[in-house]
């Protein structure tokens, strides 16, 4: 494989002695080498399926693992690692910890994984370690997935982008009072909204009048992402 087609939480297939074994990508690091003449590579580690350390390797010695024969489920939760009071974990390609200091289990991404990494909550209070684990997993996929504006900006229901808008790819960005709006390529398609039941969602169906909406949900995250996968024509694999 080349470094090109390595991403984060890819599966794949490490070479051993001992044969192939089925693999998880934790981490790319593009490096440039100086000695040939600024040709880019990449650092790995990957995390193997049988347990043991994480693991730092070449790119020679992965290859793609076909997902027909990947025994591992689609939907599993990271593997996790004991460290310290809590747990640690990897995702999008980012460290995150798991730990409970007796008021609920948090989620923390980015904490001091490499020097100068910045920390942000992801989760707070969940019953149980699985569930903030896979709640954080749902929020970094969906920023992964959707540009998050942090500014509030005005909303397109008059017809007329807000400024600060991209236009490029899915996009969502606070119009005020717990409210946001979703556009894909710069169009209005959906909103979200906090309630007295959690959050609510909708997708604007392709004349502009009707729209589905959701209820009941735990978090932004996955008020948007039901707008991204739903959304009619949506091309939800870009």
């Avoid at 004991?82 to 409970?100: H, N």
């Avoid at 569930?131 to 970094?140: C, S």
Wanted: hydrophobic residues 45%.
């Amino acid at each position: 494989m080349r470094f090109e087609e390595f991403r984060p939480d890819a599966r794949v297939l490490l070479a051993t002695r001992a044969g192939n074994v089925p693999a998880t990508v934790l981490e790319v690091v593009l490096v440039s080498d100086a000695a040939a003449a600024g040709r880019v590579g990449c650092r790995l580690r990957v995390a193997c399926d049988g347990g043991g350390p994480m693991r730092e390797v070449v790119p020679g010695a992965l290859s793609p693992l076909d997902p027909e024969v990947d025994v591992r489920s689609a939907g599993a939760l990271p593997r996790l690692w004991r460290e310290g009071t809590g747990w640690s974990f990897w995702r999008g390609g980012r460290r995150c910890m798991v730990s409970s200091a007796g008021a609920g289990w948090d989620v923390v991404e980015g904490l001091a994984a490499h020097a100068g990494g910045v920390a942000s909550v992801l989760v707070r209070g969940r019953r149980t370690r699985g569930e903030a684990v896979a709640e954080g997993v749902v929020k970094i996929d969906a920023r992964a997935a959707m540009r998050f504006h942090p500014q509030v900006m005005a909303s397109m229901r008059g017809g007329q982008a807000p400024a600060g808008l991209v236009g490029e790819g899915w996009e969502v960005w606070p119009i005020g009072g717990s409210r946001y709006e979703v556009a894909l390529s710069g169009e209005l398609v959906g909103f979200a909204y906090r309630a007295g039941d959690g959050w609510r969602a909708g997708t604007y169906c392709v004349d502009g009048l009707t729209w589905e909406s959701y209820r009941g949900l735990p978090h932004l995250e996955r008020a948007v992402m039901l707008v991204r996968e739903e959304f009619p024509f949506a091309d939800v694999d870009d």
